[in-house]
């Protein structure tokens, strides 16, 4: 066993619980018992000297109304008495005279010397004449003895013994007392028998969980945990593997992100590179040279934008993401970015429609990253349409919320992939370029301007965008419109946006 599994075995729960409840619950059952097996004896013990006693009083009291008869021999008496006590079997009856010596029993022997009689020396001292001793005789038998003193006049006894033996009671006692540890056992071993059941069922699937936890670690997401009940554990083993399957989900989207982020950024280099070996091989060829540096100027900035997609992905996940708040005119930003695409879509065979209000409210927010969302969105909808496709844009005010609906006719959406296009890395299309994590910065910068983003599609049919954002009258303004960042966007009209999270 290695270091770590003998570690996790000291500790585990059945180790825990073995030591800390049924070592408890044992400790306290073993008390009780002790005290029970003690009051049990305490009370046998009081009703057996309570009956000599009273068996003692009955045959002092026959002895001192005998003494009470002048003509009686009383020496006679006593001896008579003792002599033909009727519970002789069960009591031995003792006179003792004056001298501290046992004169007559009931039964006709006479106790040896070695056996104490410290019952009749505490009966002399006590102001009640009676004194109740238990010890063991020479014979080792354990009696319990009581000792009464009597004083008849003319008599040469001073006091009436009466020894009982405590065999039969301490063979009770033993019984109850074995009784007793044999239900102590039987709730201790009932305890960890239904303990070790109760935990097995709790431990066992708690070890299969951690088993199939270290392997989703190491990033093996093939198994799955089996549900057997419906309670806690149950609802663990649900939770642990819908886990598991998300993370699946995001690692095989990352590995796409990545490959596809590559190839997306193999594509400008190399022709930057090829552009700049031609430019510096013809460099007398005018018009070559142009071409090469607009294409070089194209790819680079499209490699500027690819890069400050990452970094507002990276600033979204670490909650970086700072926005310039400020009043601006949303019709200038959409405008703007329609302008950006007209030539485009044009030139690819794709109608650009705009509907253009004649006025909007005001939005409160941060126009750079308002035109970055427009300008991601229009450009997902020229890229995923085909020639003869339509792209329309429509802005319009409702309800005292800024709509606007950016809608194609493209290819559109699968019904699988419509709920995960606004899922980081997700690519609904990997024929199409882009790096998948485009609409998720649109949707977050949309919810930040405490407006909402909402994609309704159908394959071969089209796609349709919703961007509602709250009018300035439903937000309000700081008095002081202190920027958050001292990083800006470029106003100026920037190339689109590739991404390969395409709302089709």
Known sequence: MSAENRKSSKHSITQHWLRNNIGVVTAILVVLEILLIFVVRNYYYSSARQYLTSKMKIVTTAVMNASGDDQT???T???SIVEGYDEKDKIEL???KTDGEVDVTSSGFSPSVDDSMSDYEEAKKSDTGVGVQIYDLSTGEKVMAVTSVISPRGSEYEALRMLSSMKNIDHQILMISILITIIVLAIVLLLFFSGMFFIKSIVMPIRSINSIARKFATGDFSERLEKK???????????INYMAQELSNTEQMKNEFISSVSHELRTPLTAIKGWTETVTSMYDDKETFKKGMRVITSETERLSQMVEE???FSRIQDNRLTLIMDTIDILAELGETVLIYQERAKALGITLNYYEPKMLPFVYGDKNRLRQVFINIVDNAIKYSNK??????EAYEEDNEICISISDTGMGISKEDLPKVKTKFFKANHTRRGSGIGL????????RHGGSLEINSEQGVGTTVMITLPCIEQKEKPDNQATVDVELISSEP???IDNENAPK
Do not use: F, H
């Open 73 to 75: 021999n009383y020496n």
């Open 77 to 79: 008496e006593i001896r």
């Open 94 to 96: 003792m006179a003792i």
């Open 229 to 239: 009940r419906n309670d806690e554990l149950g609802e663990l083993c649900d939770s």
């Open 310 to 312: 990452l970094l507002d």
């Open 388 to 393: 003869g496709d339509t792209v329309s844009v």
């Open 440 to 447: 998720a910065v649109a949707d977050e910068i949309i919810q």
């Open 494 to 496: 920037i190339e689109p």
